[in-house]
């Protein structure tokens, strides 16, 4: 199956959606929307693309309405989503799912490319983990997940970031980028985690990339919280 999601905010409306596939998005605000499952995806074989484009003086919250489970089809393992994401000078948008869960035997990518203004605001958490709750070691040690993430501000590159989870280490993930934001980097003395100032291009403002991994996505998001104190700004 082949799910698509296009959603664009307008300063003083409600967003303007577009959707086709598994999924459906419910505006639960003037300016706050969520996706929702309306099929059983992703499964092998399966693909998602979002589109969010936020215009200038926009604002928009996105969320999941609950987490999403990446299973095997009988066919194939693998799965992928990919969000394509721009943010116009005065657009403000915080996107913020819930975790991606990819069951044993499952492989799922996520990609996602942002290209946002230097006057806009941005704010983009993920979540990832391998295995289901009641799921047995030797079924979650042959899940797989990718996540790669590209961000460009005022048209020069500020972070390019690839990270994989699988195999007998950690089997969660979260991270938050945060544009923009001046603070300095900052690493965990007792867990894997840390926040990393990202690249400055001339004329853009800084930002900051925090990571975290742990058995769990609950402990991941709590070590990322603990390092990304700073106020939602939208």
């Not at 693998?78 to 394509?84: I, P």
Request: glycine residues 8%; neutral net charge; contains cysteine.
């Amino acid at each position: 199956m082949h799910t698509e999601i296009e959603i664009v905010a307008r300063r003083g409306r409600s967003p303007r959606v577009a959707a086709s596939g598994g999924l459906a998005l419910r505006r639960t605000g003037p300016e706050s929307a969520h996706l929702i499952s309306t099929a059983a995806t992703p499964l092998g074989g399966d693909t998602i693309a979002v589109r969010v484009s936020v215009e200038a003086g926009a604002v928009l919250h996105l969320r999941t309405v609950a987490a999403t489970i990446a299973l095997p089809s009988a066919d194939r393992v693998d799965s992928s989503s990919e969000w394509t994401i721009e943010v116009a000078d005065g657009g403000r948008l915080h996107l913020d799912p819930e975790p991606i869960v990819v069951a044993g035997g499952a492989h799922h990518r996520t990609t996602t490319r942002v290209v946002a203004q230097p006057a806009a605001t941005v704010i983009i958490a993920e979540h990832a983990q391998l295995g289901r709750l009641a799921e047995l070691p030797e079924h979650v040690v042959r899940a797989r997940w990718e996540g790669s993430l590209r961000v460009d501000i005022g048209g020069g590159p500020v972070l390019r970031h690839r990270l994989s989870l699988g195999g007998t280490g950690h089997r969660a993930a979260s991270s938050v980028v945060r544009y923009p934001d001046t603070r300095p980097s900052e690493v965990s003395s007792d867990a894997y985690a840390a926040r990393l100032e990202l690249a400055r291009p001339p004329g853009v403002n800084g930002a900051t990339l925090t990571t975290a991994l742990a058995p769990t996505t609950t402990r991941a998001r709590t070590l990322c919280d603990d390092l990304d104190l700073a106020p939602m700004a939208l």
